[in-house]
């Protein structure tokens, strides 16, 4: 089996379990374009952030991810074969050439601008690195609210149990897609207000 069959092979049935089990109700697919760079930057509640995305959308998406997490063998592993793009403090400018070129190249990336997993259940500060990457890949940003899983096992939430899991596997989970924004338009306010706002 070829790298890239593995890796299609990987897509397709680890998303098609997510979408079973936490069944993504997605509002706003139309704003990632079929084909060409996008940007997209959510909220980051819980660990599995990464699977709900990809799995409510129908491109393959390249997260960066911090490198620290990379490097750990198991995750590494799975994180090459998504296409994830490492990002380490001491190397912060390769990985924003790194996220442009294949945004430039067409493909779809994903950052959190948190650059955090929320510890209460609201958003972090916004960081601006995005709309540099952004305009480096001449991409639209589009910003992506996902919510539901705030309390599940998965999150940082206080007396967080296993148990858990089952109510958010019984509620689902939400995922709202915003317009496409230029990196003019999509400031740190007008994302984070997206973020903040609900249903």
């Not at 490492?86 to 912060?92: E, T």
């Not at 148990?163 to 939400?174: F, L, P």
Request: hydrophobic share 45%; glycine share 8%.
């Amino acid at each position: 089996m070829t790298y890239q069959m593995l890796r299609r092979f990987f897509r397709v049935t680890l998303l098609s379990l997510v979408r079973l089990v936490y069944r993504p109700r997605i509002q706003g697919s139309d704003s990632i374009p079929a084909e060409g760079g996008v940007l997209l930057t959510p909220n980051h509640i819980s660990y599995i952030d990464t699977f709900i995305l990809s799995a409510s959308t129908k491109r393959p998406v390249r997260f960066l991810m911090d490198h620290a997490w990379y490097a750990r063998p198991i995750i590494g592993r799975f994180a090459r074969l998504f296409g994830a793009i490492p990002v380490s403090p001491d190397r912060a400018k390769d990985a924003i050439r790194t996220a442009a070129e294949a945004l430039a190249a067409g493909d779809v990336v994903a950052i959190f601008p948190e650059g955090m997993l929320t510890n209460d259940g609201k958003l972090c500060g916004i960081q601006g690195g995005y709309r540099l990457i952004a305009k480096k890949g001449g991409v639209p940003v589009v910003p992506v609210r996902m919510d539901g899983l705030w309390g599940s096992a998965f999150s940082k939430a206080p007396g967080r149990r296993w148990r858990n899991a089952i109510a958010t596997v019984a509620r689902g989970v939400d995922v709202t897609i915003d317009e496409a924004l230029s990196f003019q338009e999509a400031t740190q306010e007008r994302v984070a207000s997206f973020l903040e706002s609900k249903k």
